[in-house]
């Protein structure tokens, strides 16, 4: 068993939260390789066309524009990938767009830029990534109650950004969703498709391609005389559709027989346009996912004023320690019940650049313990990118620990290493217990507390204490927690868990399991 320091230490703040099922989008500190690596490929791209002007009249349109993008990423790389279309787009252009330029280019092969293209294919994201990337702009949609269009025009809470997701895009999201067997989020982003393309916007995907994904998915939602309507359109555009007939047929005949059983006339399908509200989302495994989701939005914070008012704030010395004398730290009462503390000024910005800089090379996908084998494997309610420090690997991580111990009266010598996490696109830890088994973000990235209704937003140098035990050894199941995915900016956050083992004398027992 455990008790547990949460040390929300610090953040970058860059443009851009459920699974994201890639690993390389679990970390934003990893994503900003493929900034540069697409400015690389535009360069090498650039030089292929000074090599074969002749050829490349298609291309160097391309060109252009990528050219003009990587501008923009490369100047401020984690500020442009913290717009999640931004980072969702990257992935799309490397995953898929670029193969197609590799294509064009192999009918008049020029050694150069192939040899570059094959060079760094190895480091590109894959199908899952990109799937993983889709999904995780659906989590935030979802937690943040966003609206797809607010999302294809890049309007997020406190922001607006010219990341925009075309025709094109919002129908891969909508068909990342139905090949998930998603057919509440394939509605939405297929509704947002058909209607950006009825804008007049031009795409490469059909108008009847859209239509034939959006009537099966709303089929599937139970909304027969709408699958009826948007079907017979279909077949209107196309009417040799080799499923549309087929399709319409059958919708036909089910809308007439519930009508037959529920004894009601055929009514004309809703007029209204399918939006975040038209159809209820299907529950999932989190019995708590609405509480949880509602207090990452900063609703149904369980804290009257009166109780507010009872919060304080002081200088602690950690009982005279002699390191804390001279300078205490400042601690603020975060919450009452169980007891959840805030100590500012706990890292210094030249601490969290070499806890950074210590870190990045060794983050891999976190991982949790699973319950029934024991072994530690990667979740798809953990999604985030973590490395361990010791505190013989650089002065500052054994000061760092040094001054977790005096504030809190805890040993280290029986702790966990100090843990550094970096969330990228969508990262989050659904709700969990930390027992038996660094940073300002612009919107999002809170940790809550679903039990007792408390939501404790990062602020960059400050750490939160709490104890997950009793006295007693006993878990305090209040303390079950999670961390909200970052709508916009990038969490890292390092944690130290404190063993229940060597706090004997420290912490000592009390006469009652509860105490």
Same mark, same amino acid.
């Given at each position: 068993?455990?008790?547990?320091?949460?040390?929300?230490?610090?953040?970058?703040?860059?443009?851009?939260?459920?699974?994201?099922?890639?690993?390389?989008?679990?970390?934003?500190?990893?994503?900003?390789?493929?900034?540069?690596?697409?400015?690389?490929?535009?360069?090498?791209?650039?030089? +292929?066309?000074?090599?074969?002007?002749?050829?490349?009249?298609?291309?160097?349109?391309?060109?252009?524009?990528?050219?003009?993008?990587?501008?923009?990423?490369?100047?401020?790389?984690?500020?442009?990938?913290?717009?999640? *279309?931004?980072? +969702?787009?990257?992935?799309?252009?490397?995953?898929?767009?670029?193969?197609?330029?590799?294509?064009?280019?192999?009918?008049?092969?020029?050694?150069?830029?192939?040899?570059?293209?094959?060079?760094?294919?190895?480091?590109?994201?894959?199908?899952?990534?990109?799937?993983?990337?889709?999904?995780?702009?659906?989590?935030?949609?979802?937690?943040?109650?966003?609206?797809?269009?607010?999302?294809?025009?890049?309007?997020?809470?406190?922001?607006?950004?010219?990341?925009?997701?075309?025709?094109?895009?919002?129908?891969?999201?909508?068909?990342?969703?139905?090949?998930?067997?998603?057919?509440?989020?394939?509605?939405?982003?297929?509704?947002?498709?058909?209607?950006?393309?009825?804008?007049?916007?031009?795409?490469?995907?059909?108008?009847?391609?859209?239509?034939?994904?959006?009537?099966?998915?709303? +089929?599937?939602?139970?909304?027969?005389?709408?699958?009826?309507?948007?079907?017979?359109?279909?077949?209107?555009?196309?009417?040799?559709?080799?499923?549309?007939?087929?399709?319409?047929?059958?919708?036909?005949?089910?809308?007439?027989?519930?009508?037959?059983?529920?004894?009601?006339?055929?009514?004309?399908?809703?007029?209204?346009?399918?939006?975040?509200?038209?159809?209820?989302?299907?529950?999932?495994?989190?019995?708590?996912?609405?509480?949880?989701?509602?207090?990452?939005?900063?609703?149904?914070?369980?804290?009257?004023?009166?109780?507010?008012?009872?919060?304080?704030?002081?200088?602690?010395?950690?009982?005279?320690?002699?390191?804390?004398?001279?300078?205490?730290?400042?601690?603020?009462?975060?919450?009452?019940?169980?007891?959840?503390?805030?100590?500012?000024?706990?890292?210094?910005?030249?601490?969290?650049?070499?806890?950074?800089?210590?870190?990045?090379?060794?983050?891999?996908?976190?991982?949790?313990?699973?319950?029934?084998?024991? *072994?530690?494997?990667?979740?798809?309610?953990?999604?985030?990118?973590?490395?361990?420090?010791?505190?013989?690997?650089?002065?500052?991580?054994?000061?760092?620990?040094?001054?977790?111990?005096?504030?809190?009266?805890?040993?280290?010598?029986?702790?966990?290493?100090?843990?550094?996490?970096?969330?990228?696109?969508?990262?989050?830890?659904?709700?969990?217990?930390?027992?038996?088994?660094?940073?300002?973000?612009?919107?999002?990235?809170?940790? *809550?507390?679903?039990?007792?209704?408390?939501?404790?937003?990062?602020?960059?140098?400050?750490? *939160?204490?709490?104890?997950?035990?009793?006295?007693?050894?006993?878990?305090? +199941?209040?303390?079950?927690?999670?961390?909200?995915?970052?709508?916009?900016?990038?969490?890292?956050?390092?944690?130290?868990?404190?063993?229940?083992?060597?706090?004997?004398?420290?912490?000592?027992?009390?006469?009652?399991?509860?105490?």
């Amino acid at each position: 068993m455990r008790e547990s320091l949460s040390l929300f230490s610090w953040a970058l703040l860059f443009s851009c939260c459920w699974v994201t099922q890639a690993e390389i989008f679990t970390s934003i500190s990893h994503m900003t390789d493929l900034v540069y690596t697409e400015k690389e490929l535009v360069q090498s791209l650039k030089e +292929y066309i000074k090599a074969e002007e002749s050829k490349l009249a298609a291309v160097k349109s391309w060109a252009n524009k990528l050219d003009a993008l990587t501008k923009v990423s490369t100047s401020d790389p984690e500020g442009y990938l913290a717009h999640p *279309v931004n980072a +969702y787009k990257l992935v799309k252009r490397l995953n898929t767009e670029w193969s197609e330029l590799e294509s064009l280019v192999l009918q008049n092969p020029s050694d150069g830029f192939v040899s570059n293209m094959s060079m760094h294919r190895q480091y590109f994201p894959g199908e899952e990534d990109k799937t993983g990337a889709a999904k995780a702009l659906m989590r935030l949609q979802d937690t943040y109650q966003l609206d797809s269009e607010a999302f294809s025009k890049g309007k997020l809470p406190g922001m607006h950004s010219n990341a925009m997701l075309t025709v094109d895009d919002c129908f891969d999201m909508g068909k990342t969703a139905y090949n998930d067997g998603d057919y509440y989020h394939a509605v939405l982003w297929m509704q947002q498709s058909l209607k950006q393309l009825d804008a007049g916007e031009e795409a490469v995907i059909s108008k009847a391609d859209i239509l034939d994904y959006l009537s099966y998915s709303v +089929y599937q939602m139970g909304d027969l005389p709408r699958a009826v309507e948007l079907t017979r359109r279909l077949v209107a555009i196309d009417p040799s559709h080799e499923r549309a007939g087929g399709n319409l047929r059958y919708f036909e005949r089910l809308l007439f027989k519930q009508l037959n059983e529920l004894k009601q006339t055929q009514q004309s399908a809703s007029e209204e346009p399918i939006q975040l509200g038209t159809y209820i989302r299907p529950k999932d495994h989190l019995p708590e996912r609405d509480t949880y989701e509602a207090l990452c939005r900063g609703e149904g914070v369980q804290m009257s004023e009166a109780r507010r008012s009872r919060l304080l704030c002081r200088y602690q010395d950690g009982k005279r320690n002699p390191r804390l004398l001279l300078k205490p730290i400042k601690e603020e009462d975060e919450w009452d019940s169980p007891r959840i503390v805030r100590f500012l000024d706990m890292l210094s910005d030249e601490e969290i650049e070499k806890i950074k800089e210590l870190a990045k090379p060794r983050l891999a996908r976190a991982t949790v313990r699973d319950p029934k084998t024991g *072994v530690l494997t990667t979740a798809n309610y953990r999604v985030s990118k973590s490395a361990w420090l010791e505190g013989e690997e650089d002065p500052i991580i054994d000061r760092v620990n040094q001054r977790i111990e005096d504030i809190t009266g805890l040993t280290v010598d029986t702790a966990e290493l100090l843990q550094v996490a970096n969330y990228g696109v969508g990262g989050q830890y659904e709700p969990h217990f930390d027992f038996s088994r660094m940073s300002d973000v612009e919107a999002g990235g809170a940790t *809550v507390f679903p039990d007792f209704g408390a939501a404790i937003k990062p602020k960059k140098g400050t750490s *939160v204490f709490w104890y997950n035990l009793f006295r007693s050894g006993e878990g305090d +199941y209040r303390t079950r927690h999670a961390a909200c995915p970052v709508l916009v900016g990038s969490k890292w956050v390092s944690n130290k868990w404190f063993h229940e083992r060597g706090q004997e004398f420290r912490r000592p027992c009390g006469l009652t399991e509860v105490d």
